[in-house]
């Protein structure tokens, strides 16, 4: 039990902290749809797509980031998306993905979000990175059983690569060492500067509302 002197470990204020942001987005009109299978492949396909514009963002600072004393040790190629959300457009939307993609407003405003953490305040842009991957290792496995199930995609296969964590060997164990790399980041940093990563973490499940509120719009219910 940890000492009034000795804060809880990050990883946990992390955790308990967004804990209800996470079950509202667990929650979400278009999240509850896709666990329910009710969605349509196109929504599906454009979820990719918004998915896709965020991890560029999360990825196109990691050579400057992985210097970062208290960052870098976060960057890890074995995380990143971008190409795997790349191959799983080809295989949803065909060889020209890319034609007619954009980002929706909420999806500019969350990428803008991180681009701009990402060079101003990387102790922000970590709350952003734990939001993402964390969940995708979580989550994010619950999600491509049911995509499967429901569009009928290969079990790991075109489709739902972006679930598919090919270089992390035992998803388990490499999230137990992120919470710890998390504690040590927590270590490096005082009180109110925790607090501020703590509250980015929570604007960062709303960023993530937000998305799938845009989706939702598009989306209503589809199938
Ligand atoms: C459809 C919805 C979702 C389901 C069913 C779901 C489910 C889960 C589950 C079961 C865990 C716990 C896993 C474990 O302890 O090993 C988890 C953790 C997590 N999820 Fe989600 N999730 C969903 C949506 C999201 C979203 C949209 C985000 C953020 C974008 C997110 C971010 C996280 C994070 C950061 C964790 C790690 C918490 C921690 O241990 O520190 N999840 N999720």
Redesign the pocket.
Same mark, same amino acid.
């Given at each position: 039990m940890p000492s009034p002197e000795q804060p809880a470990p990050f990883?946990t204020v /992390?955790?308990t902290a967004s804990g209800a942001e996470?079950e509202a987005?667990?929650q979400s009109s278009f999240?509850s749809h896709l /666990?329910g299978g009710r969605l349509g492949l196109d929504a599906y396909a454009e979820l990719s797509g918004q998915l896709w514009f965020v991890y560029r963002a999360l990825e196109g600072r990691a050579a400057e980031l992985s210097r970062h004393p208290v960052v870098g040790p976060f960057i890890d190629p074995a995380l990143f998306r971008t190409a795997a959300l790349e191959h799983d457009l080809e295989h949803l939307r065909g060889p020209g993905w890319q034609a007619g993609l954009s980002p929706l407003p909420a999806t500019a405003a969350y990428t803008a979000r991180i681009e701009e953490l990402s060079t101003d305040w990387p102790h922000g842009y970590l709350a952003h990175h734990?939001?993402?991957y /964390?969940?995708d290792l979580?989550?994010g496995q #619950? #999600?491509r059983g049911i995509a499967e199930r429901t569009w009928g995609f290969e079990r790991k296969g075109a489709g739902v690569h972006f679930y598919v964590f090919e270089e992390v060997g035992n998803p388990a164990a490499f999230?137990r060492d992120y919470r710890a790399r998390l504690d040590t980041a927590g270590l490096a940093m005082d009180e109110v500067e925790r607090r501020r990563v703590v509250d980015e973490c929570r604007r960062a499940?709303t960023l993530?509302g937000a998305v799938f509120a845009d989706l939702d719009i598009r989306y209503p219910l589809s199938a």
């Amino acid at each position: 039990m940890p000492s009034p002197e000795q804060p809880a470990p990050f990883s946990t204020v /992390l955790r308990t902290a967004s804990g209800a942001e996470h079950e509202a987005a667990e929650q979400s009109s278009f999240m509850s749809h896709l /666990l329910g299978g009710r969605l349509g492949l196109d929504a599906y396909a454009e979820l990719s797509g918004q998915l896709w514009f965020v991890y560029r963002a999360l990825e196109g600072r990691a050579a400057e980031l992985s210097r970062h004393p208290v960052v870098g040790p976060f960057i890890d190629p074995a995380l990143f998306r971008t190409a795997a959300l790349e191959h799983d457009l080809e295989h949803l939307r065909g060889p020209g993905w890319q034609a007619g993609l954009s980002p929706l407003p909420a999806t500019a405003a969350y990428t803008a979000r991180i681009e701009e953490l990402s060079t101003d305040w990387p102790h922000g842009y970590l709350a952003h990175h734990y939001t993402r991957y /964390l969940g995708d290792l979580s989550g994010g496995q #619950i #999600i491509r059983g049911i995509a499967e199930r429901t569009w009928g995609f290969e079990r790991k296969g075109a489709g739902v690569h972006f679930y598919v964590f090919e270089e992390v060997g035992n998803p388990a164990a490499f999230k137990r060492d992120y919470r710890a790399r998390l504690d040590t980041a927590g270590l490096a940093m005082d009180e109110v500067e925790r607090r501020r990563v703590v509250d980015e973490c929570r604007r960062a499940f709303t960023l993530n509302g937000a998305v799938f509120a845009d989706l939702d719009i598009r989306y209503p219910l589809s199938a």
